[in-house]
């Protein structure tokens, strides 16, 4: 059965934090992606990597920044956590040339206060 | 205008009702257009995908793509209080460094009342 794993299924943490989300794929998949979600907004794609090490900005990249340091990881940073980062962040993955097949992980409700 | 727009809903029917969901998406130069089921507290999970236009069936469910009018539809037959969940459409683009990424709509809560 394949899985995508998130650390944490509820984050409460302070503005000003540094925070890190991660996620874990076993499928052995080149893409992994973080989006967020929130009501009336639906899900918007915040940073992607196609390879190890390598990133690509999403449609709303700032104030967020990413790790891939090897394949089946991905890790989502939030350098100074602000109150508009309350927010669900989920996590997918999916084979390179296969984008439209992806694989979700459960989600991080991540409250900022 | 968005990439891809839907009507948010919340879509309640009684069960057995044939249920049809909409999207319009803006850019017609991306062919994968898929549809996405999202169960409360819950990831989304790929429903099923169409390439082009045309239909594509998966037992109850029906996918289908007019090209012409920019509108992606799922239907779905016989509804079970087992569909309820909110679906999010979704276009298969590109992003600026040329890598493939997924554009969703924000999603349509169903409700199937039994």
């Known amino acids: 059965d394949v899985k995508v794993t998130q650390s944490s299924r509820y984050l409460v943490k302070r503005t000003g934090e540094k925070v890190f989300l991660e996620c874990v794929q076993d499928?052995?998949?080149?893409?992994m992606f973080w989006y967020r979600q929130d009501p009336g907004l639906g899900l918007r794609l915040i940073y992607f990597s196609y390879d190890v090490k390598m990133k690509e900005k999403g449609d709303i990249p700032e104030g967020y920044s990413v790790s891939r340091e090897k394949k089946e990881r991905f890790s989502l940073i939030l350098e100074s956590a602000s109150t508009n980062q309350t927010s669900m962040y989920l996590c997918?993955?999916?084979?390179?040339?296969?984008?439209?097949?992806?694989?979700f992980g459960p989600g991080t409700r991540l409250t900022v206060t | 205008q968005k990439e891809v727009e839907q009507d948010p809903g919340p879509l309640s029917v009684p069960e057995g009702a044939i249920v049809s969901l909409n999207c319009t998406y803006s850019?017609?130069?991306?062919?994968?257009f898929m549809w996405y089921r999202q169960y409360s507290r819950k990831g989304p999970e790929l429903l099923m995908y169409t390439y082009s236009s045309g239909n594509k069936e998966d037992g109850r469910f029906t996918a289908q793509v007019d090209k012409s009018s920019k509108y992606i539809s799922l239907f779905i037959r016989d509804s079970q209080p087992s569909d309820s969940a909110t679906y999010l459409c979704a276009q298969r683009t590109l992003a600026s460094g040329g890598y493939q990424k997924v554009t969703f709509g924000t999603g349509t809560k169903l409700q199937v009342i039994p």
């Open positions: 850019n017609s130069a991306f062919q994968y």
């Open positions: 997918a993955s999916s084979l390179g040339d296969r984008a439209h097949e992806q694989y």
């Open positions: 499928m052995d998949h080149e893409n």
